[in-house]
Nanobody, 120 residues
Framework: QVQLVESGGGSVQAGGSLRLSCVAS?????MAWFRQAPGEEREGVAS???????RYADSVKGRFTISRDKATNTLYLQMNSLKPEDTAMYYC?????????????????WGQGTQVTVST
């Protein structure tokens, strides 16, 4: 069992930046960030595998960067040029897989979420 604890959410104006962190209690090869706005389905934002290969949703390409520190089992999401439509609860997820798709049902472990609110 792997526990995930997110932090770094908050309120920011459009165009601003935030950095989310997720500390894992153990190592898993595949980690990802998802988000869910009220009334919306959970959406894959970005994933990263142990080799460093990444995937991004089209809506965040060029603005968000996912990274990880294997030494501390910490996952990051640097979010720049934030837009109001980025407002959502952001979740860290992990699974011991070899291909990190952005499908939420692939993932075994989930954090409790951290809220990101972007105002105009």
């Amino acid at each position: 069992q792997v526990q995930l604890v997110e932090s770094g959410g908050g309120s920011v104006q459009a165009g601003g930046s935030l950095r989310l962190s997720c500390v894992a209690s153990g190592y898993t090869n595949c980690m990802a960030w998802f988000r869910q706005a009220p009334g919306e389905e959970r959406e894959g934002v970005a994933s990263i595998i142990g080799s460093g290969s990444t995937r991004y949703a089209d809506s965040v390409k060029g603005r968000f960067t996912i990274s990880r520190d294997k030494a501390t089992n910490t996952l990051y999401l640097q979010m720049n040029s934030l837009k109001p439509e980025d407002t959502a609860m952001y979740y860290c997820a992990a699974v011991s897989g070899w291909i990190c798709f952005l499908n939420w049902d692939q993932y075994s472990y989930w954090g409790q979420g951290t809220q990101v609110t972007v105002s105009t």
